[in-house]
């Protein structure tokens, strides 16, 4: 693992598996970790309160930045309750897709990162679980990280430690840093906005639950 412990990183955070998984790995990494939630009216306010804590738990500090522009503009599953929750069929994207999301969200992260003199930046996005959010790929990212440079006339480095791992090797990286069951306690995944196990039967449930059990079962454990 490479480290960087002369400097400082910003990790965007929504309280949930991947981007808590991704906290401890930038704490193992850097010499100083700050984290960014973004408040874009949720369906659960439950996760802006469930990243609340965990910051406060970690003690690291926390900016919430309010993006419910993004609510306005792109209506969906994940911002409005009246719309349901389903994967997308004959190749369409998921009901929870947010056009733009991680494009807007790691653009004000990196301008607030700048600001603190951070120029690392950490999120979860994964290629491995793929959804078809066109906005996790790898090549989006790096893409990202050329123009953020560009824009800002600054050296980011966009940090994605769950690029290329699926969900039990991201229950496995938190093993790992001796955080699994922390991870399991605290964070929220549950798109009903159930803190730990969740409601156990939705698509988000669904994906955490298989991962832990394949890891859980790599390890001779049965949940
Ligand atoms: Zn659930």
Redesign the pocket.
Known sequence: MYEFKDEGALVVFSGGQDSTTCLFWALETFKTVEVVTFDYNQRHKAEIACAKKIASDLQVPHAILDMSLLGQLAPNALTRSDIEVKAGEDGALPSTFVDGRNLLFLSFAAVLAKQKGLRHIVTGVCETDFSGYPDCRDVFIKSLNVTLNLAMDYQFVLHTPLMWINKAETWGLADRLGKLEYVRQNTLT???G?IGD?????P??LLRKRGLEQYLAGKGIAI
């Not at 969740?198 to 939705?202: A, L, P, V, W």
């Open positions: 549950c798109y009903n159930l969740g409601c156990g039967t939705c988000a449930c």
